[in-house]
């Protein structure tokens, strides 16, 4: 499950005049981009389309999001052996990048069957055989996420801020499982279309230290500059 920046038809406050962006609990309109049954409809014609061409399907933001995070990784100096989960794996694009990486314990999850089975299909495509997908929903999985050094988030905070129910509660559950599944001082990698740095900072201000901004295109408009996606990366502090 995740939100290319493409896709997302709701408005954004990502031009800046940070007094403007201060609620992050600013509610976007309802998005079937945050219903369950979307996602599973387009993974499911992204299987097929595999099965029969070998595409993979879109990368959400990118190939440069990826490779920000990679850099970033390198630059932390994140080891080999740490524990990293993929939050809503989506086609597993990501995992594979990983895993060339050198990264060796991995972890994706999504909601929908048809991702999980696309993913394992991609992974398997490449002979990337030790890394774990699972069916899971990240709000509906207690206890069962936990000892992660670093967690990476690809859109699918974005998908969870457009569902038509309760997307204010389910934006506070996904805090206390992003918590839950770190360890301390772990890394939360957090990729957004939909919030600002400003409303990302206040949203992630409990339990969570702010580590540095990733770098991404930028744009002006009417004076003000502005950025279509925004990259922050957070470290779990109890």
């Known amino acids: 499950m995740e939100v290319a920046a493409e896709s997302v038809e709701v408005k954004r406050g990502n031009i800046s005049d940070q007094e403007d962006d201060s609620g992050s609990d600013t509610d976007f ?11 599973e409809d387009a993974y499911q014609r992204e299987l097929e389309t ?32 740490a524990a990293i989960l993929d939050i809503g794996t989506g086609n597993g694009a990501f995992l594979v990048e990983l895993a060339k990486h050198g990264c060796r314990t991995l972890t994706g999850i999504d909601y929908s069957p048809a991702s999980v089975e696309l993913a ?6 490449e002979d990337l055989t030790d890394v774990t997908v699972k069916e899971m929903d990240f709000l509906n999985c207690p206890g069962e996420l936990k000892g992660f050094d670093v967690c990476i988030d690809k859109g699918t905070f974005d998908a969870i801020s457009l569902n038509p129910d309760s997307s204010k509660d389910n934006k506070k559950l ?15 990698a957090i990729t957004s279309c939909n919030w600002t740095k400003e409303q ?7 339990g969570f230290e702010f580590v540095e901004e990733l770098p991404t295109p930028s744009f002006q408009f009417g004076g003000k500059k502005g950025n279509s996606v925004t990259a922050l990366i957070f470290k779990r502090i109890h």
């Open 174 to 188: 996904y805090l206390q499982v992003l918590k839950d599944a770190l360890k301390d001082k772990g890394f939360f």
């Open 200 to 206: 990302l900072l206040d949203r992630f201000s409990e």
């Open 120 to 125: 394992r299909s991609v992974l398997q495509a």
């Open 29 to 39: 309109e309802p998005s079937k981009l945050g219903t369950k049954e979307y996602w």
């Open 50 to 81: 595999f099965a029969d061409i070998g595409d993979v399907g879109e990368i959400w933001f990118g190939e440069e999001s990826m490779s920000r995070v990679l850099r970033w990784m390198d630059k932390a100096k994140i080891p080999a052996d």
